[in-house]
């Protein structure tokens, strides 16, 4: 049976129930996802926004699979297309990530092997891609060539026969999205994708991001700390602190009206379009992902979290709107 066999509801392209996640280090262990769930519709752009370590990279290695040897998914679902991508074969869960799902990572030069051209490195993914549809390697060369050209390379010839450090940062980040729109047929996963870039080049990789997405009808989920183009390239955001979701609304109506102490204080710290959210200020010490505080994971950094149901409960979700939900018991009943 192939992915591609399967009927599924074209709201929950991508399903992620309940999920949590642990690193573990000699002597401590990090509760870095907690209870986190997400939808991704068929065509729909997500973004996540939060502050570094939030653990939005986590999440989406955790939807590939691919996290670091000392992470483990501990509980929780994640399904693409109706498949449980947490108990299908392995054969399935290739199959999703050679051809249906591709990631852009943060950092393009760990992305990419020094020793080998950009062509080995896209011939490598296009082979996967199309595995069964039989096509000569002149061909995949072609396509390779047609990709360099969707990501405004000049010269593609040229550079396809390039070693990667033969490229600047903003050129071997297009290589990067090249190869990850090889494999992305329907999900692309962005993470960070303009992290050591000049803010300039940043503007227009991310524009260069949301046209590819638009052309080729991909769903996305988009990890920025650019607040501005969260808001032009996204439809609905998920909002994470301390390895948790702790808003999810409608874009315009979570940058109109930002519900959760967090969020208003993301949006009041961090005005400006490319203002890393690395730079906002707040109150208290970041978290200790050994030892989260009980209660609202929030309320030593809440202007708000001294009373003693913030110290004491957990916050549920609550749903504001039909469309938007908040973990905060100020808008609890
Ligand atoms: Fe602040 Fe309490 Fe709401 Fe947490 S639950 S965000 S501590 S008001």
Redesign the pocket.
Known sequence: MQVSDLVFDANRLLTVKNLYVKYKSYWYIYHVLNDISINVGLGEKIGIIGESGAGKTTLLKSILQVLPINGKITSGEIFYRDVNLLKCSKQILLEIRRKRVGMIFQDPLAALNPVFTIKDHLLEVLRYANETANIDKSDLINIALDLLRDTLIPDPERILNSYPFQLSGGMRQRIVIAMALASARELLLADEPTTNLDVTIQAQILKLIGELVEKRGLSMILISHALGLIRKMTERVYVMYGGNIIEEAPTFKLFNEPL???TQLLFKTAPKILEPLSSVELRGNPLDYRNLPNG?V??PR?P??DSEV?RKVK?HQVKVEKDRTVY???YGS
């Open positions: 959760h102490p967090y609202c929030f309320h809440c708000y979290g913030c916050p905060c018991h100020i």
